[in-house]
């Protein structure tokens, strides 16, 4: 490693998940900002930048500070999809090492399975999205689909390897209480589950959930002031290449072959170095392109890789520890729940489902339909 220790994430926490009628977007989020900031240490009054995303009001960062009670020097909401939350710690850190400001505060909630807004067409087909929704094509799911049909085809690719990955995934799920779902599952079942856009049945896809989640980033400086152990930020890269899937450059390349090179050559860190990965699984092929993408194999080896539950618990690649999108929750965003796992992955606070030793880690979001990706790689004294 060759980073210096500027930033650091001091506090993680979640809000209630699953179905949380009656609760409010704003309402998760204070939940889990207190959460977080209990847990740094921190008073609300010491956070003096905040950064958040999502499609819940107009100008998010402006609304929910006012709803904190936070007054801040430093705003930012950037939204690319569910790496936005990456995205943001890659831009508290450099914040941070400017001298901009030292407690950053990062937020994201959502109510969509509450709301029963995840299928609720939008009534209008605006701009560039007149080239794709008119002619039948879901969405998001759709998209990977199209994706995981040329990898197919490209590289052989089956099913049961994708399938390989929604049951090691599983079984990580089942070590975390906290998990929506955590029955055991098998190669059959997910190969016979309901198809919703072919190749990618059911267990192929995220789960729908409420919830919220909260990371405090804090100055070299503040973070001696922490109650927890710092989780330095030692690498970030963000990049994105499309919006609309019909001008993705590669249906079998994302971003997070950019993205994930800028944060290990930031982190001064080798693929063989990482203890935990974690990656947004927003549906199996996400896992398979991200891993190809991030350099972990080869092109077209991503099947390959995965097989043999090589990814599960006991495995030699442990990656996604809380059961991920698939299992434990996804409001949506994801992308911030990554981060959470990754700092208690490296704190030692995860339990029956904790890796053994955790010194580095890497957290890779994706946003849009393959669209965005932030990549950060974190690591602890």
């Not at 997910?190 to 995220?206: F, G």
């Not at 949506?332 to 208690?344: C, P, S, T, V």
């Not at 890779?364 to 393959?370: K, S, Y």
Request: net charge negative.
């Amino acid at each position: 490693m060759k980073s210096e220790r500027i930033a650091a994430i001091v506090g993680v926490a979640e809000s209630d998940l699953g179905s949380t009628p009656g609760k409010t977007v704003l309402q998760l989020q204070a939940q889990a900002a207190k959460a977080a900031l209990e847990e740094a240490g921190f008073a609300r009054e010491e956070v003096d930048a905040v950064f958040t995303a999502g499609n819940w009001g107009w100008s998010p960062t402006m609304m929910l500070a006012e709803y904190l009670g936070i007054q801040p020097k430093y705003t930012d909401g950037t939204n690319i999809g569910g790496s936005s939350f990456e995205a943001h710690v890659g831009h508290a850190a450099a914040g941070i090492a400017n001298g901009l400001f030292d407690v950053a505060l990062i937020t994201y909630g959502s109510t969509q399975r509450s709301d029963r807004s995840r299928n609720r067409i939008p009534p209008a087909v605006t701009l560039t999205e007149q080239f794709e929704r008119p002619y039948g094509l879901p969405t998001p799911v759709g998209a990977y689909a199209l994706a995981a049909t040329r990898h197919m085809h490209q590289y052989g690719t089956t099913r049961e390897q994708l399938a390989e990955i929604a049951v090691a995934t599983r079984k990580w799920a089942a070590l975390n209480e906290k998990a929506m779902m955590r029955d055991l599952i098998t190669i059959d079942d997910v190969l016979s589950a309901r198809p919703i856009a072919e190749p990618l049945h059911l267990l192929d896809c995220c789960l729908v959930t409420d919830g919220g989640g909260a990371v405090v980033v804090a100055s070299a400086a503040a973070a001696r002031r922490a109650r927890t152990k710092p989780v330095w930020i030692l690498g970030h890269g963000e990049t994105h290449t499309h919006h609309s899937i019909t001008n993705m450059p590669d249906l079998t390349v994302t971003g997070a072959r950019e993205s994930g090179r800028q944060a290990m050559e930031m982190a001064g860190v080798r693929h063989e170095e990482l203890d935990v990965v974690e990656i947004y699984d927003s549906f199996t092929i996400t896992v398979l392109l991200t891993l190809e993408s991030l350099g972990f194999c080869g092109p077209g080896e991503g099947g390959a890789f995965v097989s043999s539950q090589r990814t599960a618990p006991g495995g030699d690649f442990p990656m996604n520890t809380n059961g991920g999108g698939l299992s434990y929750c996804h409001p949506g965003m994801y992308g911030i729940f990554l981060l959470i796992e990754a700092a208690r992955q490296l704190r030692g606070e995860c339990g029956p489902r904790q890796v053994p030793e955790a010194k580095l880690a890497l957290v890779n979001g994706t946003g849009g339909v393959l669209s965005s990706t932030a990549t950060v790689v974190l690591g602890r004294d």
